[in-house]
């Protein structure tokens, strides 16, 4: 039987969505998709065979024929949204970040526990993309060794235009965040944050420095106007070896005495694999019963420890994260 999916936002990401979900399938369809840009919604449903559009999530969320829910509309709407869906039992994929504030992803929290069910999942979608789930096997396999740093390198090419003050690290090192808790399988402990100088009316660059509980070492280079292309590295140095993921494109070009492979523009297309396991792998957990990817206390965790590294650039001091003891229900 094919699930009814509705889809909130049709900004880059929610319009991405629709089309992985309609040229995949994955044994769904579209239902709606809600926008107040009714234009837009409008378009974007004839563009992917959904049946309706909604003015707005609420309405989506209400709708019968909408069994499962995809938030992709800007970051403070989402946790209104997750609790209606919630309250509503339906199962929803909510974009990063789960909530702006860790006030609000408690509330997520509780409304979950109370349900007695996860039907949340937050949208890391890193944790599907080949690369880093092949360095996680690697790491589990035990043959590397213990971790002892983990180099990541995160260039956008352009900044987002939306991009406000501290969404250099709520907004794109949440990724960072994210995929170091769960390629370590530990939490993080102290953050402290380098910010090179930059004309930049909102910071562009910067340099942070994550300690887990247990003394591994990451380090994230952030720079989102790269101009170059969009360019994500991660290494993880293990005791007896290291493991870095490969360049995006497989083939190197030589040519007129030089070499080099191409480079995605953004981010659809560099985890392009990424975003669309995600979404086949949500869509499976729906009809197994059986929750994958980030929960809601992952999203929890990432939005606090965010929270500390913006205290930690404006500080300028190492800061140590207090994270509450993980509940029962999301162990
Ligand atoms: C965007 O939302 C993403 O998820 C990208 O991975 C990140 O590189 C970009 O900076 C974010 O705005």
Redesign the pocket.
């Known amino acids: 039987m094919s699930l009814g999916v509705g889809i909130i936002g049709t900004g880059v ?1 929610g319009a991405d969505h629709a089309r992985t979900l309609a040229r995949t399938g994955g044994g769904a369809h579209l239902v709606a998709i809600a926008d107040a840009d009714a234009d837009r919604a409008g378009r974007v449903a004839a563009e992917v065979g959904a049946r309706r559009t909604h003015a707005e999530g609420h309405a989506l969320i209400a709708d019968a024929e909408v069994e499962a829910v995809l938030i992709a509309s800007p970051d403070h709407t989402h946790a209104d949204l997750v609790l209606a869906c919630l309250k509503a039992g339906k199962p929803v994929l909510c974009e ?1 970040p789960l909530a702006s504030t860790t006030a609000e992803c408690q509330k997520i929290l509780d409304a979950e526990m109370a349900l007695g069910r996860r039907l949340v999942q937050v949208g890391f979608m890193r944790r599907f993309d080949p690369a880093y789930t092949a360095m996680k096997a690697a790491l589990q396999g035990g043959e590397v060794g213990a971790p002892v740093m983990l180099h990541c390198l ?1 260039h ?1 090419a352009i900044m ?1 235009a939306f ?1 406000e003050t501290e969404m250099l690290i709520t ?2 090192a949440v ?1 960072e965040i994210d995929i170091a808790r769960w390629l370590l399988g530990q939490e993080i402990a102290y953050a402290t944050a380098f910010q090179p100088a930059t004309n930049a009316a909102v910071p562009d660059r910067m340099l942070l420095v994550l300690e887990t509980a247990s003394g591994v070492l990451i380090d994230v280079a952030l720079f ?1 106007n790269a101009h170059y292309g ?1 360019d ?1 590295r991660a290494e993880l140095v293990c005791e007896r070896a290291s493991l870095a993921r490969a360049p995006r494109d497989p083939v190197v070009l030589r040519s007129a005495a030089s070499e080099g492979s191409a480079m995605a523009t953004d ?1 659809r297309a560099h ?1 392009e694999a990424a975003y669309r396991l995600q979404l086949q792998h949500w869509l499976r957990s729906i009809k197994e019963g059986q929750p994958t990817g980030a929960s809601a206390w992952d999203g929890y965790a990432t939005t606090a420890i965010a929270a500390a590294c913006v205290a930690a650039a404006k500080s300028g001091q190492r800061t140590r994260i207090e994270l509450p003891p993980r509940p029962a229900f999301y162990s």
Request: no cysteine; net charge positive; aromatic share 28%.
């Open positions: 990401m990063k995160h956008n987002p991009f907004n794109a990724h989102l969009y994500v981010w985890f």
